[in-house]
């Protein structure tokens, strides 16, 4: 199996097409996490608000990584993202702070 899946940013049926600028890579767990999604409910705010659009934001911009490799997301595109993905599952976060504390982790 690859580590990667080619994803579309927004799904066929939300009318996303296959045109490269509408294509991404993704793991496979964000991928079957994200499903058909575009958007979701920022927790904090209670708004509905679009998913991390990565042909259009900044990962910086809307990403931090912490030591213990928690990622928080900096914006409500971020937290929406970071929530619905599950990108703090115990195992990502375990994995996430040992690449960190070897210096491979980007």
Request: net charge neutral; charged share 25%; hydrophobic share 35%.
């Amino acid at each position: 199996m690859l580590p990667h899946q080619v994803d579309h940013i927004i799904g066929r049926q939300h009318r996303g097409s296959d045109d490269v600028a509408n294509l991404c890579l993704c793991c496979v767990r964000c991928n079957l996490k994200k499903g058909p999604n575009i958007a979701s409910i920022d927790p904090e705010s209670g708004a509905v608000v679009a998913l991390y659009h990565p042909r259009q934001h900044s990962w910086q911009e809307h990403f931090s990584v912490a030591r213990d490799g928690t990622i928080e997301g900096l914006t409500a595109e971020g937290r929406v993202t970071v929530q619905l993905l599950d990108m703090n599952d115990e195992d990502r976060v375990r994995l996430r702070a040992l690449l960190l504390r070897r210096n491979r982790y980007p």
